[in-house]
């Protein structure tokens, strides 16, 4: 297949332009006299639709403009403007914005009869193959308006998610990096300092004493192993991951943490209730939604679990029956899931399955948070006290001495 860059007429009479992939010129022109627009010139142009093929393959955008994209597509399209002017004049309201060039090439691909999803699947930085997948079916079945509508509504949901986590993690995160400035500089100024004075004195030292010393003393002799393994420990729990089987026993792990493991698998199981309804209600077939979904949810033992559930949806075996074979499924979920398949309304069984993780997640993360942040400052006192009766306990020998 040849990549040309023509020149054509549209139906305004207006000229147009653009680079279309096609296997001969007669190919081209008759997908242009298909979108209604007649060839003028054509002519191979690897060089030039490589660049731009790379470009558009590296184009990036932010999550809010995309949410904008779709929800303005979503209502243009309710309102009944046609596909190619609802992406034009998109392109005219976003002149001189990052997002721009993107629209435009979306715009000059479905005028000369290229698929949406086609043209999308050009920034797959921008849109990911869910988005592809969904925009095809929408497409195929007619209810594009619907699929943009829910495309919007789920990457706000996850805009959303991710600013309740950021706002959440933001004090704990600012209270550890201090309390563990704080405490290293005890242990690897004040408290060495102290020890000279002592050893000057020749006293006899507390056994906690000796102990807080040994501790500075070991992190004086032994920072860069310290440095190190806190460096070279999640390089290499990140490459292993790399590896199925460590990934899996890894995300297991983590799952199997108290208070955060089961936070941690309830967003696992949001990201697959939410990504899988979504792709089944645009018309896309369970088996595919599955195999979809399978590389969304962002665990590996989820996604192992979710893989099998895909093997055996293909011969035939109901979904929520392999489901429950699998602990990394709330036996909530599979319930739910069941009563879907049953009644025949697995898309709405999914969605209250989504929704109901959406109420109940935020108010996890409050509850965690509301225990961690002064459990943090109650281990920070302590350690400060410790290294405070340390201190003290030779004074109060001393004095007793004397």
Same mark, same amino acid.
Request: charge should be neutral; hydrophobic fraction near 50%; aromatic fraction near 8%.
């Given at each position: 297949?040849?990549?040309?860059?023509?020149?054509?007429?549209?139906?305004?009479?207006?000229?147009?332009?653009?680079?279309?992939?096609?296997?001969?010129?007669?190919? !081209?022109?008759?997908?242009?006299?298909?979108?209604?627009?007649?060839?003028?010139?054509?002519?191979?142009?690897?060089?030039?639709?490589?660049?731009?093929?790379?470009?558009?393959?590296?184009?990036?955008?932010?999550?809010?403009?995309?949410?904008?994209?779709? !929800?303005?597509?979503?209502?243009?399209?309710?309102?009944?403007?046609?596909?190619?002017?609802?992406?034009?004049?998109?392109?005219?309201?976003?002149?001189?914005?990052?997002?721009?060039?993107?629209?435009?090439?979306?715009?000059?691909?479905?005028? *000369?009869?290229?698929?949406?999803?086609?043209?999308?699947?050009?920034?797959?930085?921008?849109?990911?193959?869910?988005?592809?997948?969904?925009?095809?079916?929408?497409?195929?079945?007619?209810?594009?308006?619907?699929?943009?509508?829910?495309?919007?509504?789920?990457?706000?949901?996850?805009?959303?998610?991710?600013?309740?986590?950021?706002?959440?993690?933001?004090?704990?995160?600012?209270?550890?990096?201090?309390?563990?400035? #704080?405490?290293?500089?005890?242990?690897?100024?004040?408290?060495?300092? #102290?020890?000279?004075?002592?050893?000057?004195?020749?006293?006899?030292?507390?056994?906690?004493?000796?102990?807080?010393?040994?501790?500075?003393?070991?992190?004086?002799?032994?920072?860069? *192993?310290?440095?190190?393994?806190?460096?070279?420990?999640?390089?290499?729990?990140?490459?292993?991951?790399?590896?199925?089987?460590?990934?899996?026993?890894?995300?297991?792990?983590?799952?199997?943490?108290?208070? #955060?493991?089961?936070?941690?698998?309830?967003?696992?199981?949001?990201?697959?209730?939410?990504?899988?309804?979504?792709?089944?209600?645009?018309?896309?077939?369970?088996?595919?939604?599955?195999?979809?979904?399978?590389?969304?949810?962002?665990?590996?033992?989820?996604?192992?679990?979710?893989?099998?559930?895909?093997?055996?949806?293909?011969?035939?075996?109901?979904?929520?029956?392999?489901?429950?074979?699998?602990?990394?499924?709330?036996?909530?979920?599979?319930?739910?899931?069941?009563?879907?398949?049953?009644?025949?309304?697995?898309?709405?069984?999914?969605?209250?399955?989504?929704?109901?993780?959406?109420?109940?997640?935020?108010?996890?993360?409050?509850?965690?948070?509301?225990? #961690?942040?002064?459990?943090?400052?109650?281990?920070?006192?302590?350690?400060?006290?410790?290294?405070?009766?340390?201190?003290?306990?030779?004074?109060?020998?001393?004095?007793?001495?004397?």
């Amino acid at each position: 297949m040849a990549l040309f860059h023509y020149r054509a007429y549209n139906a305004a009479g207006e000229t147009i332009s653009g680079f279309l992939e096609a296997d001969s010129v007669s190919t !081209l022109e008759a997908r242009l006299r298909a979108a209604g627009n007649w060839l003028l010139d054509a002519e191979a142009s690897s060089r030039a639709v490589t660049d731009t093929a790379e470009k558009n393959r590296r184009a990036r955008a932010r999550r809010h403009e995309v949410i904008t994209f779709f !929800l303005q597509m979503s209502l243009l399209l309710r309102a009944g403007v046609t596909l190619p002017h609802a992406l034009a004049r998109l392109r005219e309201d976003l002149a001189g914005s990052r997002f721009e060039p993107v629209v435009a090439e979306l715009c000059r691909k479905v005028e *000369v009869g290229q698929p949406l999803h086609e043209a999308m699947a050009l920034f797959p930085k921008i849109f990911a193959p869910q988005v592809t997948a969904m925009i095809r079916a929408g497409e195929v079945s007619g209810n594009l308006p619907e699929v943009f509508q829910g495309l919007s509504d789920y990457y706000e949901w996850l805009d959303n998610l991710n600013a309740e986590v950021r706002q959440s993690t933001i004090y704990p995160a600012t209270v550890i990096i201090v309390a563990t400035a #704080f405490v290293l500089l005890l242990f690897t100024f004040v408290v060495p300092r #102290f020890a000279g004075l002592l050893t000057e004195m020749d006293l006899e030292v507390p056994a906690l004493t000796r102990g807080v010393m040994a501790i500075s003393h070991a992190l004086l002799e032994h920072w860069p *192993v310290l440095i190190g393994g806190g460096i070279g420990v999640p390089l290499a729990i990140r490459f292993g991951r790399r590896v199925p089987r460590f990934a899996i026993a890894w995300d297991r792990f983590m799952m199997s943490i108290p208070v #955060f493991g089961p936070l941690l698998s309830m967003f696992a199981i949001t990201r697959f209730a939410q990504n899988l309804g979504m792709l089944y209600r645009s018309g896309i077939t369970l088996p595919r939604a599955l195999e979809i979904t399978r590389d969304l949810v962002g665990n590996r033992a989820v996604e192992a679990a979710v893989a099998e559930v895909h093997a055996n949806v293909l011969i035939g075996t109901p979904m929520s029956r392999t489901m429950a074979e699998h602990d990394v499924f709330p036996k909530t979920l599979v319930t739910m899931i069941a009563t879907g398949e049953t009644s025949g309304s697995l898309d709405t069984a999914l969605a209250s399955v989504a929704a109901y993780y959406n109420t109940l997640i935020p108010r996890r993360i409050k509850t965690l948070f509301a225990v #961690f942040n002064p459990a943090i400052m109650i281990v920070l006192i302590a350690v400060v006290g410790v290294v405070a009766l340390s201190v003290i306990l030779p004074i109060l020998e001393l004095w007793n001495m004397r």
